[in-house]
């Protein structure tokens, strides 16, 4: 039987305890794709591969994309990131920044790696949200992040996950449940939101 290998790169969002868990998953969104294709498509073959790491810029996947993604020459490649580079402006304004036109020519950089070197069908997941707070200066500035990761997918053919957008309407419904820890990290509620957006988006594609 064909595997059909998954890989899923991103920040913290994506790791999620990935590296203490010994099917090196994590307890985040990831977890919830695997266990959702593993038991709804019990004779499919599904190989999902996480390789999320806490604290990553677009910057520092570039620095890795060889080896943890290339090297792996999955069938589909999920992108989480975009958080760190608005997040870092805020909490650490002293280091060299990701502004959105960096953010835009690194991104394109890793895709066209993707597309050259690879088979793989890529999957392009919108930032999600930096404070449970519709107009937070984060998620303002993230508007021009999640623009870019949209003219990325038209130029490159790829999947939208839209992750920011179902976090707007959660916000904008007025339910006062809390989807992260701390305005970023995800709580339960939130990674089945991610798990939940993210199969709606690319289980089509998995048949």
């Not at 919830?32 to 990553?56: C, E, R």
């Not at 060299?96 to 066209?112: A, C, D, R």
Request: charge should be negative; hydrophobic fraction near 35%.
């Amino acid at each position: 039987m064909k595997t059909t290998k998954i890989l899923l790169i991103g920040d913290s969002i994506t790791d999620c305890g990935r590296r203490e868990d010994h099917e090196g998953l994590g307890n985040g969104y990831v977890r919830l794709i695997h266990d959702y294709l593993l038991t709804t498509y019990p004779a499919a073959n599904f190989q999902i591969v996480n390789t999320g790491i806490g604290g990553n810029r677009v910057t520092d996947l570039a620095a890795r994309w060889q080896t943890d993604v290339i090297a792996h020459q999955p069938d589909y490649v999920s992108i989480s990131i975009g958080i760190n580079d608005v997040w870092r402006q805020l909490d650490r304004p002293e280091i060299e920044q990701v502004l959105p036109e960096k953010f835009n020519n690194v991104y394109k950089e890793l895709l066209t790696k993707v597309k050259e070197e690879t088979n793989a069908q890529i999957l392009l997941m919108e930032p999600t949200i930096i404070d449970e707070d519709l107009n937070s200066t984060g998620n303002k500035l993230l508007r021009d992040y999640v623009e870019i990761v949209h003219q990325l997918a038209k130029q490159f053919g790829s999947t939208i996950i839209p992750t920011h957008q179902a976090f707007l309407e959660y916000l904008q419904s007025g339910n006062t449940s809390k989807l992260t820890t701390d305005g970023v990290h995800m709580n339960s509620a939130g990674n089945m939101l991610m798990a939940t957006t993210w199969l709606r988006a690319v289980e089509h594609l998995l048949k």
